[in-house]
Nanobody, 117 residues
Framework: QVQLVESGGGLVQPGGSLRLSCVAS????????TGWYRQAPGKQRELVAT???????TYADSVKGRFTISTDNAENTVYLQMNSLKPEDTAVYYC???????????WGQGTQVTVSE
């Protein structure tokens, strides 16, 4: 099992930046894949970015060049640096962890990000 606790959400103006953090209950290096999803009101949950224990990353086309996922193994933390934020980035952001390729995903409780004037 993996427990995940997100933080760092909030209200930011368009063009601004936020950094989301997700602290895991076990070492990030031991987890096959971690990532971030988001869900906007009235929309389906969508993938934002993932990173494997080997450092391979994937991004949704809508965030490429603006968002960066990274990990800090010493802090058991996954980060999502979000720059050049747009109103359409407004959503609840969820951290996920997949301990092995045979496991299901574990989810955090979510953190709200609102991009507005």
């Amino acid at each position: 099992q993996v427990q995940l606790v997100e933080s760092g959400g909030g209200l930011v103006q368009p063009g601004g930046s936020l950094r989301l953090s997700c602290v895991a209950s076990r070492t990030i290096f031991s987890i096959y894949r971690t990532g971030w999803y988001r869900q906007a009101p009235g929309k389906q949950r969508e993938l934002v970015a993932t990173i494997t224990s080997g450092g391979l990353t994937t991004y949704a086309d809508s965030v490429k060049g603006r968002f960066t996922i990274s990990t800090d193994n010493a802090e058991n933390t996954v980060y999502l640096q979000m720059n050049s934020l747009k109103p359409e980035d407004t959503a609840v952001y969820y951290c996920t962890a997949t301990p092995t390729i045979w496991d299901h995903d574990y989810w955090g409780q979510g953190t709200q990000v609102t991009v507005s004037e």
